[in-house]
T-cell receptor, first 115, second 111 residues
């Protein structure tokens, strides 16, 4: 039973380019969460999605960031016109249900470096 | 707003001794608390959780204590082992199901 998969593991982008981060949840999980970890900081919640729906995007920057979780395929976190401050580790997690006692299973993360 | 705080960025203990990691929260609506462990270059992994109806939950060497009146929880690891060296994140969630994480505490267990 494969865990949460994220790709790429490392992504280098120049300022102004677009970054696309992919997350495939665990089999049977329909809830996906994205977190960002800046250097020397903790995990910051960004967005919570179910299939084809954004449930909570209160942690997403208002501009340049978007997320989707289509009916088929992985969840995508998209960052347009990246800036140096976007350099961070981006973690995806999935859970089988929406109840808060459902523990979240994390992927290995994508480390984004903006040059 | 930092609703979950881990005020100690690092902790070092001797192998065999007890490790105590602390976490404070500000949102009284949180009613479920979790600890995650993270090794370098890996995602966090779930360690142990506690519901607000309890004040203690134990799983092998790991025990989590919850003090609701103080809005404080702690993770005890005893005896500590070198393999426990990792970053530990405290997390809390409430009715909105969103989980909020602390900044993490880096535990080093020395042989």
């Amino acid at each position: 039973n494969a865990g949460v998969m994220q790709n790429p593991r490392h992504l280098v982008r120049r300022r102004g380019q677009e970054a696309r981060l992919r997350c495939s949840p665990m089999k049977g999980h329909s809830h996906v969460y994205w977190y960002r970890q800046l250097p020397e900081e903790g995990l910051k919640f960004m967005v919570y999605l179910q299939k084809e729906n954004i449930i909570d995007e209160s942690g997403m920057p208002k501009e340049r960031f978007s997320a989707e979780f289509p009916k088929e395929g992985p969840s995508i976190l998209r960052i347009q016109q990246v800036v140096r401050g976007d350099s961070a580790a981006y973690f995806c997690a999935s859970s089988p249900g929406s109840g808060r006692t459902n523990e979240q299973y994390f992927g290995p993360g994508t480390r984004l470096t903006v040059t | 707003d930092q609703q979950v705080k881990q005020n100690s960025p690092s902790l070092s203990v001797q192998e065999g001794r007890i490790s105590i990691l602390n976490c404070d929260y500000t949102n009284s609506m949180f009613d479920y608390f979790l600890w995650y462990k993270k090794y370098p270059a890996e995602g966090p992994t779930f360690l142990i959780s506690i519901s607000s109806i309890k004040d203690k939950n134990e799983d092998g060497r790991f025990t989590v204590f919850l003090n609701k009146s103080a809005k404080h929880l702690s993770l005890h690891i005893v005896p500590s082992q070198p393999g426990d060296s990792a970053v530990y994140f405290c997390a809390a969630s409430g009715l909105d199901n969103d989980m909020r994480f602390g900044a993490g505490t880096r535990l080093t267990v020395k042989p």
